[in-house]
């Protein structure tokens, strides 16, 4: 069965102090691998698509990495506007659809 | 800026009294998806049109209906909403076949009464 699974459910990080979150993954065959943030009340915006172990995508203080059977969130010195639920989701190769994880909720303090 | 627009943002409708909520698209994009989402939970996908061509998932309620008249409009109608069906939902587009980025709408949220 197609699966994701995020963690942690939940993360609070000092201003400043870096951080990683996980996306593992069981598929049969990827098409491709989503990350998204979504505010409260808000919908999911689009940050990063993956296709193919090793690659990497960068956007200001998000770096994300995919590999066989993961995906990783890096957040270098994060800033309070960066809280938010970071949202991971893949495609398996026998359908088009997103399954999403649960998601990881993440606070940064001042 | 090419987007995603849903109206309205906010819906409040009683116990059994039909409901449609609405999506557009300024992206022109052949893909379009409504999901539900409860408070701490993943979007559920509901169904999608690739085109003009409805696609409904298994788990969907007879309840929830959905109608494209064109490639810009896409509506979900909620024949006879319950409490349970109180959510976010989200409208979604694709530029050209399903596996490709997903683009979110701001979502409108129900309260059923």
């Known amino acids: 069965e197609d699966q994701v699974t995020q963690s942690p459910e939940a993360l609070r990080l000092q201003e400043g102090e870096s951080s990683s979150l996980n996306c593992s993954y069981t598929?049969?065959?990827?098409?491709?691998l989503f990350w998204y943030r979504q505010d409260p009340g808000k919908g999911p915006e689009f940050l990063f698509t993956l296709y193919s172990a090793g690659e990497e995508k960068e956007k200001e203080r998000l770096k994300a990495t995919l590999t066989k059977k993961e995906s990783f969130l890096h957040i270098t010195a994060p800033k309070p506007e960066d809280s938010a639920t970071y949202l991971c989701?893949?495609?398996?190769?026998?359908?088009?659809?997103?399954?999403f994880g649960k998601g990881t909720k993440l606070s940064v303090k001042p | 800026d090419a987007m995603v627009i849903q109206n309205p943002r906010y819906q409040v409708t009683q116990f059994g009294k039909p409901v449609t909520l609405s999506c557009s698209q300024t992206?022109?994009?052949?893909?379009m998806y409504w999901y539900q989402q409860k408070s701490s939970q993943a979007p559920k996908l509901l169904f999608h049109y690739y085109d003009k061509d409805f696609n409904n998932e298994a788990d969907t309620p007879d309840n929830f209906q959905s109608r494209r008249p064109n490639t810009s409009f896409c509506f979900l109608d909620i024949r006879s909403p319950g409490l349970g069906d109180a959510a976010m939902y989200l409208c979604?587009?694709?530029?050209?076949?399903?596996?490709?980025?997903?683009?979110f709408g701001p979502g409108t949220r129900l309260l059923v009464l």
């Open positions: 989701a893949v495609v398996p190769g026998s359908q088009g659809n997103l399954i």
């Open positions: 992206l022109n994009h052949n893909v």
């Open positions: 979604a587009t694709s530029p050209q076949k399903r596996g490709e980025t997903q683009y």
């Open positions: 598929v049969s065959g990827l098409r491709g």
